[in-house]
């Protein structure tokens, strides 16, 4: 299995609606990412886990909240989102090593009305 | 901070022709540089990644080549089909901030059949 899978494809919420974006591997990766990308521009880094734990966090506002239940699952939960946070959001895991492979997920398009 | 550029912004080719892709980087203390591939819409696609001890990496009709004192990568792509057209970005891996990988922009290739 070289799968990183993001659950759901596709997802819209209203600005006041909690929703969350799954991300699973089953790989034995120990470090997983969460970016942003907006249409026509660079994946943007948000956070990343670090064996389970949270070692970066790039001054991402609150309305995003990561966890990573364990070493295969990571979610990001969505609360109070505007519509400029409508993006493609990509998930993303490697060994844990420094010379590792990095793997993406195939993103979830999120749309906040 | 680090930098990432990527030369053409975007390239129109006919099928067949063979292809060089450029990422430039300002920051030479990398611990490797990754070449990836993104359709619209879509997660991004591993396609080479090169440690910063190698010159280059070979898969199929991709050839990917490093030179990190310079801060340069090139992708060559051979025989180019329509299949190829996708957003090629390349990242590189910092030195003193090992969980993060720095983006470049993307060259957008359209390859006509």
């Known amino acids: 299995d070289t799968e990183v899978t993001q659950t759901p494809k596709h997802l819209v919420m209203g600005m006041t609606n909690k929703k969350s974006l799954k991300c699973e591997q089953h790989?034995?990766?120990?470090?997983m990412y969460w970016y942003k990308q907006k249409a026509k521009k660079p994946p943007e880094l948000m956070f990343v886990?670090?064996?389970?734990?949270?070692?970066i966090n790039e001054s991402v506002p609150s309305r995003f909240s990561p966890e990573c239940p364990n070493s295969s699952l990571l979610n990001l939960h969505l609360h109070a989102l505007q519509p400029e946070d409508s993006a493609l959001y990509l998930c993303a895991s490697t060994r844990g090593g420094l010379k590792e492979k990095l793997f993406f997920g195939s993103g979830t398009q999120l749309s906040v009305l | 901070k680090q930098e990432v550029t990527q030369i053409p912004a975007a390239l129109s080719v006919p099928e067949g022709e063979n292809l060089v892709l450029n990422c430039s980087f300002t920051d030479s203390a990398i611990y490797n540089l990754q070449w990836f591939r993104q359709d619209p819409g879509k997660g991004l696609t591993s396609l080479l990644l090169?440690?910063?001890?190698?010159r280059e990496q070979t898969s199929g009709r991709l050839n990917a080549s490093l030179d990190k004192s310079s801060g340069r990568s090139t992708l060559y792509i051979a025989a180019s089909q329509p299949g190829d057209s996708a957003t090629y970005l390349c990242?590189?891996?910092?030195?003193?901030?090992?969980?993060?990988?720095?983006f470049g922009p993307g060259t957008r290739l359209s390859v006509l059949p």
């Open positions: 886990y670090s064996y389970e734990k949270l070692s």
């Open positions: 090169i440690q910063s001890s190698q």
């Open positions: 990242a590189v891996r910092r030195d003193n901030y090992g969980q993060n990988f720095v």
């Open positions: 790989m034995g990766h120990r470090a």
